[in-house]
Every structure is written in structure tokens, then in C-alpha cells.
């Protein structure tokens, strides 16, 4: 089966990197998650980053804050696609740094950069990109899709149906 891997640049990141694990147990994709720092462990991050492919993973979610290198710099050493995850941590000031850190990558090298602290979404942009060569994930996908719509008219219909007190 095909392997998502998830990274962060600390365990302090897990809160938001969880949420990927989260949505992937939930459609049925297997991950592999660990702490990649890529400015306190350098050496690590090329490691991890060139053996990806060999080690069967064939997306990277990258989560990190602050100067926020650690998907960048994954992309740089893989070929495989890079979601990354701008998280506001404590060392962030307002969050903008991680996201500009992760979204501004030059030409030439994409991180496919969520929204902050959008660790579902780079979850299920990583099953999404899977599916593409995986019709019954396409199928699970599609079905969580569905029920996304389903709430929604739920609620609608909660507030077409609600008396003010
Ligand atoms: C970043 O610095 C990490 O990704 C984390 O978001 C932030 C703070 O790290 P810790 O000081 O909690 O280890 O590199």
C-alpha cells in the first residue's frame, strides 16, 4: 500500500500534525509520522528526504512554525510531492512567518502550502493525491466528500427549521 509520511519540526507541532493522522485513519491510508528539525537536525532531514522514495512513501505532509524551513528544504532533497503545514507555534509571532516561510518557495521547487494550522487538509490532500493511482480510495474519498454535504444540509436544515426563542 501507499505510505504517506508525515514530519514536524517538533513535538510540539503534533496538536496540528495529529489532524492528518486523524483524516488518513479515516480513509483508510497508511502513515508513518516522526520529528524532522531542519534547522537542529540537519543531517536528518537530508537523510529522511532522499531515502523517502526508497522507504515507500510517496507524498511528505511537512508541518512546522516560526522560520518554517523544514518543507522547503524537503522538497529541495525529494522529488516526491511536499504538503506543507504552517503551524503557529510558540515561537511564531503571529503565524504569518510560518506560512510566507512555506508558501514563498521559488520556481522550481512547489510545497503545496495549507491553510494555518490546516493539518486535516494536508491530510486529505495527501489521500487525494494517492487516489489518483488508487480507485477505492478515489471511491472513500468521494464518499467522504458526500458526507461533508450531508452535514451541511443538516445544518441548513436546522436553521430552516429553527424558531427564536
Ligand atoms: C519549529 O519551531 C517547530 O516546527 C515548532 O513549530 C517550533 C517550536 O519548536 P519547539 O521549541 O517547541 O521544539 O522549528
Not at 511537512?62 to 516526491?80: D, E
Not at 504552517?86 to 521547487?109: C, F, T
Request: aromatic residues 4%; proline residues 5%.
Amino acid at each position: 500500500m501507499s505510505k504517506v509520511g508525515i514530519i514536524m519540526g517538533s513535538n510540539s507541532d503534533l496538536g496540528v500534525m495529529e489532524k492528518a493522522m486523524g483524516v488518513l485513519e479515516e480513509l483508510g491510508v497508511e502513515y508513518e509520522a516522526t520529528v524532522v528539525s531542519a534547522h537542529r537536525t540537519p543531517e536528518r532531514l537530508a537523510e529522511y528526504a532522499q531515502s523517502a522514495v526508497g522507504n515507500g512513501f510517496k507524498v511528505i505532509i511537512a508541518g512546522a512554525g516560526g522560520a518554517a524551513h523544514l518543507p522547503g528544504m524537503v522538497a529541495s532533497y525529494t522529488p516526491l510531492p511536499v504538503i506543507g503545514v504552517p503551524v503557529k507555534s510558540s515561537n511564531s509571532i503571529d503565524g504569518w512567518d510560518s506560512v510566507l516561510s512555506i508558501l514563498q518557495m521559488p520556481a522550481g521547487v512547489p510545497v503545496a502550502t495549507v491553510a494555518l494550522d490546516g493539518g486535516r487538509n494536508a491530510g486529505i490532500l495527501a489521500a487525494q493525491t494517492l487516489a489518483v493511482a488508487d480507485s477505492n480510495l478515489l471511491n472513500r474519498i468521494a464518499k467522504f466528500k458526500e458526507d461533508l454535504k450531508l452535514k451541511v444540509l443538516e445544518a441548513a436544515s436546522i436553521v430552516e427549521n429553527h424558531k427564536p426563542k
